[in-house]
């Protein structure tokens, strides 16, 4: 005989409830209906896994669930309906994309979700996959040095523009040297660091690994899209996106 499981993510007041016993009209996400998917989308050139798709529930504003989702109270859910739940979205991403991944890196969040994610797919692909978060730090203005032998080189006037340069760079508090001017460039050192050992092995493996970027929720894809940007910069073997939750 063969049994339904009826399954679903809805909203309780200001709580979310897993419940992989019974569908309701106003689930945010009624896995009842849900059809994985069997192929990766595009955004912004990037190849994505979703996971799901979820809908407002109930008339609730899209703001409110998607805040819900993103900032959950691990003490007042059932954590082993929300394992099996993410649990089936990569087990499905990993048919579909296969094995190849070396590095994950996820997004710098205040919530929990996105890195229970990280951890499960590390369960799911094995100690050898390297997770990363914050792995770059830049440097405080302090720290910012001139390579003192090119600086040797330069003219009174050269040398007094570079500085004027460093300092329109840091006026925000932190080193972008994108305001500085690319001739320029070479004569700085220091600007940035590895925050540990564990960040080393991450930059070398963003240059001609396989990189998996996590996210929990896609909405207007901002912050997804930027990341894959930087990562890009690197030119990694591969670049593959995977996020639970799509708005509709």
């Known amino acids: 005989m063969n049994i339904l499981i009826l399954e679903g993510i809805r909203k309780s007041g200001d709580d979310i409830v897993f419940d992989f016993t019974k569908d309701f009209n106003t689930d945010i996400i009624p896995l009842k209906f849900q059809r994985f998917n069997k192929k990766l989308s595009t955004r ?18 899209l703001a409110v669930v998607r805040d819900a989702i993103k900032y ?81 080189k330069l003219d009174d006037v050269q040398r007094k523009n570079v500085l004027n340069a460093i ?29 540990n050992e564990t960040s080393r092995q991450v930059f070398n493996l963003l240059s001609g690994g396989n990189i998996l970027l996590l996210d929990d929720i896609y909405t207007g894809g901002s912050t997804f899209n930027e990341m894959s940007r930087i990562i890009n910069e690197y030119e990694p073997k591969s670049l593959t996106g995977f996020v639970l939750l799509l708005s509709k």
């Open 167 to 195: 300092k329109y760079a840091t006026k925000t508090g932190s080193f972008k040297m994108k305001s500085i001017p690319i001739p320029m460039r070479r004569l700085i050192i220091d600007f940035m660091t590895f925050s």
């Open 44 to 61: 912004a050139g990037t190849n994505i896994y979703f996971g799901y798709q979820y809908n407002e529930g109930g008339g609730e504003n």
């Open 72 to 152: 959950l109270d691990f003490s007042k859910i059932n954590e082993s309906d929300l394992r099996l739940m993410i649990v089936k979205a990569v087990t499905n991403f990993i048919k579909v994309n296969g094995n190849k991944i070396d590095l994950i890196i996820t997004p710098k969040s205040s919530g929990k979700l996105v890195n229970y994610i990280a951890e499960l797919f590390k369960e799911k692909l094995g100690s050898n996959v390297l997770l990363a978060t914050d792995t770059l730090v830049k440097n405080t203005v302090d720290n910012i040095k001139i390579d003192p032998q090119k600086l040797d």
